[in-house]
């Protein structure tokens, strides 16, 4: 089974920067397109970024464009988002998301990781 692992959230202040990780298992991660979500506190979950399995396309969401990168290495099945300039909406659990199918970003995904806690604070 395909399984999904994240890491590297914690308590981070604004301005600063954070680099999670999505550890990806169970399937070759070079067929795997991965999604990042987030869920902030009082909020529905939204889609922050998306990569294509191959890094061939990357999508992100307006409010981090500019601010969070997400690449992938396929050798250790690991996918990162880095995040830049942080700010205190960004706080959120984070999750890494996966899809095998050919519809890739544009389709739901189809398994899920259990998040990890991005806090932004002062």
């Known amino acids: 089974q395909l399984q999904l692992v994240e890491s590297g959230g914690g308590l981070v202040q604004p301005g600063g920067s954070l680099r999670l990780s999505c550890a990806v298992s169970g399937f070759t991660l070079d067929y795997v397109t991965i999604g990042w979500f987030r869920q902030a506190p009082g909020k529905e979950r939204e889609g922050v970024s998306c990569?294509?399995?191959?890094?061939?396309?990357?999508n992100y969401a307006d409010s981090v464009k500019g601010r969070f990168t997400t690449s992938r290495d396929n050798r250790n099945n690991t996918v990162y988002l880095q995040m830049n300039s942080l700010k205190p909406e960004d706080t959120a659990v984070y999750y890494c998301?996966?899809?095998?199918?050919?519809?890739?970003?544009?389709?739901?995904?189809?398994?899920w990781g259990k998040g990890t806690l991005v806090t932004v604070s002062s």
């Open positions: 990569i294509s399995r191959s890094g061939g396309r990357i």
């Open positions: 998301a996966a899809t095998v199918r050919y519809l890739g970003c544009t389709g739901g995904m189809d398994y």
